[in-house]
């Protein structure tokens, strides 16, 4: 299966999909000398079919659930203890003026 991508004005054609399908049968040596090699013919046949403009079903997964408890050390870097929260404040004040600078 192949389709257009890229420009409009200028497509590209990609393979998007593929199939495969064999046969299988008996090989039989007809030769009346056994010592002789003898050659078999296999043949294979490739078909490429254009998706033209109708849409694909697409199959999208589910998004996967977000745990429901947090870990305790999530925060770890910012709750060291009493002596840390000034320093969170000050962190605070330094990226919200980093961000007002930017306004």
């Known amino acids: 299966i192949y389709s257009s ?6 497509p590209q ?6 199939r ?7 090989l039989s040596y007809t030769l009346a000398d056994a010592t ?9 046949t490739v078909k490429f ?6 849409r694909m079903d697409v ?7 977000l745990p429901l408890s947090l870990p305790p050390d999530l925060f770890y870097p910012f709750t060291l ?3 840390s929260v000034p320093a969170i404040h000050f962190v605070l004040i330094a990226a919200l003026w ?3 600078a930017r306004v």
Do not use: C, D, L
């Open 5 to 10: 991508f890229g420009k409009i004005g200028n």
């Open 13 to 18: 054609m990609k393979v998007v999909g593929s």
């Open 20 to 26: 495969i399908s064999h046969q299988q049968g008996a």
């Open 36 to 44: 002789k090699k003898q050659s078999f013919q296999f043949t294979y």
């Open 49 to 54: 079919t254009h998706t033209g403009s109708e």
């Open 59 to 65: 199959k999208v997964p589910p998004r996967p659930q």
């Open 81 to 83: 203890g009493s002596a």
């Open 98 to 100: 980093v961000v007002i």
